[in-house]
Every structure is written in C-alpha cells, then in structure tokens.
C-alpha cells in the first residue's frame, strides 16, 4: 500500500497543472477534479504513514525483546558454563550435564541475536519509507495548499488563453480569405464530380437500352428469313 501512494503521490507533485489546465475543455472542473485528486492522495499518505510508524514501533518492541532475550540466555549460558567447570573441578559427573546446558542455552542466544538483526533490517526498511512518505506528504500538501491559494488566477488564465486561440483563429479566417474559398471551391468540385458521374451512369442505362431494342431488331430479322426459306422449300 505505502509504495503504491507513494507512487500516487510522486505523480501528482510532478504533474503540470498549467499544462492540464490548458488543454481542458472546462479548467474549472479540471481543477475542482485535481484538488479532489490532492485531497484523497493526502487522505491515504497520512493513513499509509500511521500504519508504517505503527509498524515501525511493533518491529522496534520486538527488536527489543529479542534483543533482553539473547542477553537472558547469555547470561543462562555464562551461569551453566560457570557451573560445568566447577563441577569438573569437584570430579562431579554434573559437569557434562551443565556444559550441554550451556550449549542449549548458547544456542538460544544466537537465535535471539539473528531476529534482533532481521528485525533491524526490517526497522531500517519502514524508517526509509516513512521517510519517503513524510516527505511526498509535505510536498503533496504544499502543492494542494498552493492550488487552492491559485485557484481563480489558474482557471482565469486558463480561460484567456482559450479565448487567445479562438480569436487567433478568427484572425487567421479574416486574414486569409482564400483559404474559406478554397474550401468551397473543393464542396463545389465534389459536386460537380458527383454530377459527372451520375451522368455517366444514366449514359450507360441507356445505351444498354439500345443495345437490348437493336438485339430484339436482329432477332426480328432473323426470324423473317427462316419463314422465308421455309417458304421457298415448301
């Protein structure tokens, strides 16, 4: 989550708003949607650094009692060690049950020892990322704080220079005369094309047409000189 804001975070502190605020077709609820965007990021950076600290003082705790726990079994390890020796000295056969004692007790130590450096590496990770976050959180807030302070003069400018433009381009449509004519000129072409070839297609029907009548005509003819040459041979 806190690597996810932070990311979140970085976006908004690096966007350009001018830039944004240019582009939009309405600035204001451009705007209004910017600062709402910087109000939720700031809402979960607090949430994200509370849970990171609290994170942060749980590890810290259990460093700690790792940390008196290993001293614990250092000092059970330094009596039974103590003690196997004294026994040994006394010929007591107590002494290897105290030295393995010790070993036990050594042992727990070093366990203890190797959580208190796992917790240190994970302690030193969440005070690297709460750092981050505390950091991106004052930026976020200082941008969001700056917003609000330039709120009117932003959309105000954003605003003239949408009216610059449009007026640039009605400047361009007086100056340049030729290029509406122009366009008309090509509407015109595009009709006259259109007629051209409605007029090729009409042509085409009816010489089909013809074509079909002087077909029949043949047909016609034909027909004649058949009867004809029946005639003649009967």
């Given at each position: 989550m806190a690597r996810t804001?932070?990311?979140?975070?970085?976006?908004?502190?690096?966007?350009n708003v001018?830039?944004?605020?240019?582009?939009?077709?309405?600035?204001?609820?451009?705007?209004?949607?910017?600062?709402?965007?910087?109000s939720a990021s700031i809402a979960e950076a607090e949430s994200a650094v509370a849970q990171t600290v609290g994170n942060l003082r749980l590890l810290e705790d259990d460093r700690d009692e790792a940390r008196e726990a290993a001293e614990e079994w250092g000092r059970k390890a330094a009596a039974a060690a103590a003690r196997a020796e004294q026994l040994a000295a006394e010929g007591s056969p107590d002494a290897d049950r105290f030295t393995e004692l010790a070993r036990v007790a050594l042992r727990r130590q070093i366990g203890y020892e190797k959580q208190v450096e796992t917790f240190s590496t994970q302690i030193a990770q969440q005070e690297g990322l709460a750092t981050q976050?505390?950091?991106?959180?004052?930026?976020?807030?200082?941008?969001?704080?700056?917003?609000?302070?330039?709120?009117?003069?932003?959309v105000?400018?954003?605003?003239?220079?949408?009216a610059r433009t449009k007026m640039h381009e009605s400047v361009h449509s007086v100056l340049d005369p030729g290029a509406e004519l122009g366009r008309f000129e090509e509407h015109v072409r595009r009709q006259e094309a259109e007629?051209?070839?409605?007029?090729?297609v009409s042509a085409y029907s009816l010489e089909a047409q013809r074509?079909?009548?002087?077909?029949?005509?043949?047909?016609?003819?034909?027909?004649?000189?058949?009867?004809?040459?029946?005639?003649?041979?009967?």
């Open positions: 804001v932070i990311g979140r975070i970085g976006q908004l502190v690096r966007a001018s830039a944004l605020l240019d582009g939009a077709d309405d600035p204001e609820k451009m705007l209004d949607q910017l600062l709402r965007d910087f976050l505390r950091s991106g959180l004052d930026k976020v807030r200082a941008k969001h704080e700056d917003l609000v302070r330039r709120r009117d003069e932003l105000s400018r954003a605003r003239a220079a949408e007629v051209l070839g409605m007029e090729e074509e079909g009548l002087e077909e029949l005509g043949d047909d016609t003819e034909v027909q004649r000189r058949l009867d004809a040459l029946r005639a003649s041979g009967s």
